[in-house]
Each structure stands twice: as C-alpha cells, then as structure tokens.
C-alpha cells in the first residue's frame, strides 16, 4: 500500500471511530468509510487492533505537527498558542481530533500499548513546553527563578488533572492561565490571556 | 436486609471487584465472596448496576470517614495526613482500597452514574483540603498571601494530573509536595515532607 493510501485509510479510521466509537469499531465501518474493501484492510493490517496502533502514531503525527505549527513570536505570545491547542484537545488540528483522542484515552486503562502511546504524546508535549519557556526565559518575558523543565511538568500535570477532574475546555485555561500569570510571567509581563481571549 | 447485612455484602462487592476486576464482576462471584446465595442478593439488588452503585456510596463512606479521621495537629501535620492518604489512593482506608477506585475510575468515561459518584469524592477533596488549608492559614503556617480555596483546587488538580499522567504514588507525593513547599508554606516553615518521609 502506498503512503498515500495508508494515509487515506488512517483517515477513514479517525472518520469511522468519530461515528461509531471504540467500542463498535469494526473493519466493515471503517471500509465504509473509505474506497477499499474489508477484505482489502485486511490484507494490510491483521484485524482491528493493528489497524488501530497504525491509527495512534498517525494521530500522533498530526499531534505534533500541528503543536510544531503554532503560531505566535517566540515566547509568551508561543506558550499561549500551544496552551490553547492543547487544552481543547487539540481540536485545532483538524476536525474530530478531540473526539479520537478521547476514544483512545478512555482505552488507555485497558491496554498497555495505548498507555505506551498516550506517554509519547506526555513527553512530547513537556518538551516543547520546555523550549517555549526557555525561549521567553532568555528573552525576558517570563521569572528567571523559573526552572523551564519544572514548568513544563507543572503545566503538564495541571493540564491533565484540569481534564482528569472533568473540566471543559475554558475551566482548563483558566487553571493553566492562572498558573501562567501568577507562577511564570516575569514582574514586567503583561496579562497572559488578554491579547488572545 | 439489615444495615449489618448490606455491608457485610459490600464488603464481599469490594473482595470480589479486586479479585475479578469489573468487567468479570457477576452477582456469582460477590455471592462466592459472602454467605448469601445469589438468589438472595438478587432479590435486594436488580442486579449488577444496581449493587454497584450503592457500593459506590460504601465506598465514598469509607473514604471520607478515612480522610476526617487523619492524624496530625491541625495545619501542616493534618495536611500532609491528608494528601498521603489521598496520593496513595486511599491506601489507608484498608486493603483493596486502591484497587477498588482503580475499577471504578475505568468505568467513569461509560458510566454517568460512576463519573457523578467520583465528582462527589472530588468536591470532598476540595472541601477539606480548603478547611485544612484554612486552619494552617490562621495558625501562620501557610503563607496568608495564598487564598485557601484557590490553593485547594490548585493541589487537587496537580494530585488528578499526577495520577492521570501515569505516576506512581512516590512520584504524585513529590510533584504536590514541591508546591506546598514552593507556594504555600510561610517563609518561617520547615521543610513539609521531613517530618513524614
């Protein structure tokens, strides 16, 4: 298959789990989705659980892709646009994102590969909090008392027990935003959140 | 069926949901774990759901009645109490504890009823951290500059992203220990974790 068609085929995955959920996801809805046969997946991947690993890592592609993508100038301006990809979910990486991504962490307790999967997106998303605010530490904008990589674990836990707790997507900002203003931002920093929301 | 009976039946729901997990979970096996038949516990309960949600109130007793009755002079020493029994899951509150929330935390993204019930331990949480926080507060052992509903929401989400992204209990007690020491003791405090650890 060529990476065009694996791409084709990931994408109806991520189409068919958005519709019908983990749970009732079969190689026959996912044929329906896209322009192959059942029989023709098959031949690809053994069956559902293969089919969905290639799914993670393509997910996580798109994942870090669009976190490498984000806008802003280097710094404060940076932090809040990565914050805000990642706390809706990375909603901004395309439609259906968010909902996959929910799909595949509600597997996580069950399954170790998942588990494995969810800790690349974890380290992935604490190093780039950690360049971003190394970055903005060297250009003044955040405390220079502030150790880049605990921050970056900080934001990180914060970001997930905000979500763990069941926080929709603004309660998770204001947890995160309130940790920025008070915890981050050196002295002569301007309010976090006000060029943006 | 008297209050003695209904809990010694929960108690057989807990054995069993740490034995057999709760996908495997039947009315056979809790009947396995205690002297009734599972005729009998059929007939007080319509069934599996039905006992598993009053052991989630069993549950919720247990843990709340553990997390009033922490050690400790009021303020720091209570505080530390408290987020040990909470870091290890309820460890304190008696064998299986910790297994048994496990269970339950998988079931949450299924199950509205289950994710109401952990909303409940949530407030809880939030609730007596915040009196604790508060008494130290008065006692001048946490620094008054920090609001004490603030700093409670704060640890609890910091001890639910912890858990959510995979630490350990070691690990849950280090990340929320730091920002005791960092941002919540008064200047005049000793080191939080020396005492216990």
């Known amino acids: 298959m060529s990476d065009e068609s694996a791409d084709e085929l990931l994408a109806a995955t991520h189409r068919a789990l958005c519709r019908h959920g983990y749970a009732d996801l079969t190689l026959r809805h996912i044929a329906a989705e896209s322009d192959r046969s059942k029989a023709?997946?098959?031949?690809?991947?053994?069956?559902?659980?293969?089919?969905?690993?290639a799914f993670l890592d393509y997910l996580y592609e798109r994942y870090t892709e669009a976190a490498r993508a984000v806008d802003g100038t280097?710094?404060?301006?940076?932090?809040?646009?990565?914050l805000e990809l990642v706390l809706d979910d990375g909603a901004h990486a395309g439609p259906g994102f968010a909902t996959a991504l929910l799909e595949v962490r509600a597997q996580a307790p069950y399954d170790e590969t998942v588990r494995n999967h969810l800790r690349r997106f974890d380290e992935f998303l604490v190093e780039r909090l950690e360049a971003v605010i190394e970055d903005g530490t060297e250009r003044g904008e955040f405390d220079d008392?502030?150790?880049p990589g605990r921050a970056a674990e900080r934001l990180a836990t914060l970001i997930e027990g905000?979500?763990?707790r069941g926080a929709v997507a603004d309660e998770r900002y204001r947890v995160v935003e309130e940790y920025v203003e008070r915890e981050l931002l050196s002295a002569e920093g301007a309010r976090f959140g006000e060029a943006g929301r």
């Open 145 to 147: 008392a502030v150790d």
């Open 162 to 164: 905000a979500r763990a």
């Open 74 to 82: 280097p710094g404060r301006e940076q932090l809040r646009s990565l």
């Open 40 to 53: 023709t997946i098959h031949y690809h991947y053994h069956g559902k659980d293969e089919l969905f690993v």
